[in-house]
């Protein structure tokens, strides 16, 4: 046996980001509180982070820390006690399809092909629609966490959706989804988000995090259908109640 300990690991540095236009709220500025990953504790740290309200962008693991603001709440789902309602369950059936299977982080044609078409479709001014093969490439290689692939593809093998994904300790992290934009009534982005549950379930992996919740934000109203839900607070992850997680009228 080693007389010699282990190595020291390092210290885990913070820094905080400048004021940056918000992308979801008008008018607001937000700043970021953020970490860089490298091996070989990437995955450790990121499975650390989420469950602290971080979240996953390339190698860079952030939390806003924006003032006079706390509009971005961390959310997951226990997914022991989701139950899909009538609407989900419809969209279950209407992909029964669909085959979904897990592949390395490692980008391809295919895939951006896909990415590019989404953005064009759903974000055409933001600044992912002009992101190049590198670029995408760049999003999925970069920051390697126990990260992976999940392709959806139809009976003709095409590829209609994929989701990175990363896997935690206690759970999956939805960290980026596309999908086929023209197939509206297959609800692709919900079905992909069902199957993370069904394959946290398999491994036995009490949650699916899908990131930050903004009430007022339409663009993040998809995520208060998933019930129940749990948020980050300042004692601690709760479970939200229905009423906070109905989308206000005049939500932007």
């Known amino acids: 046996m080693s007389v010699i300990p282990p190595p020291p690991r390092p210290l885990q540095q913070f820094f905080r980001s400048g004021p940056m236009p918000c992308p979801y709220l008008p008018g607001r500025v937000e700043r970021k509180l953020f970490t860089r990953l490298s091996a070989p504790f990437a995955s450790e740290v990121n499975s650390t982070l989420s469950r602290a309200g971080f979240r996953r962008s390339h190698d860079i693991v952030?939390?806003?820390?924006?003032?006079?603001?706390?509009?971005?709440?961390?959310?997951?789902?226990?997914v022991k006690e989701f139950q899909p309602g009538r609407s989900m369950r419809r969209i279950l059936k209407a992909n029964a399809d669909l085959t979904v299977a897990e592949v390395p982080a490692i980008a391809t044609h295919e895939q951006f092909r896909l990415f590019h078409a989404y953005q064009m479709s759903r974000h055409g001014d933001s600044d992912m629609a002009r992101m190049s093969l590198a670029d995408y490439s760049a999003m999925v290689d970069e920051g390697r966490a126990e990260t992976c692939l999940f392709e959806v593809r139809d009976g003709r093998d095409r590829l209609v959706g994929a989701i990175l994904t990363d896997r935690l300790r206690d759970?999956?992290?939805?960290?980026?989804?596309?999908?086929?934009?023209?197939?509206?009534?297959?609800?692709?982005?919900?079905?992909?988000?069902?199957s993370l549950i069904s394959q946290s379930l398999a491994e036995g992996l009490p949650h699916v995090y899908l990131g930050y919740w903004i009430r007022s934000s339409r663009k993040m109203a998809y995520k208060a259908r998933f019930q129940p839900l749990e948020a980050l607070g300042a004692d601690g992850w709760f479970r939200m109640a229905l009423e906070d997680v109905t989308l206000p009228t005049g939500a932007v």
Not at 62 to 78: D, E, K, L, M, T
Not at 171 to 194: E, H, P
């Open 171 to 194: 759970g999956l992290s939805a960290v980026y989804s596309f999908f086929d934009a023209d197939q509206d009534r297959r609800s692709l982005g919900t079905f992909m988000i069902l």
């Open 62 to 78: 952030y939390r806003p820390v924006c003032p006079g603001c706390s509009a971005c709440v961390p959310v997951r789902i226990p």
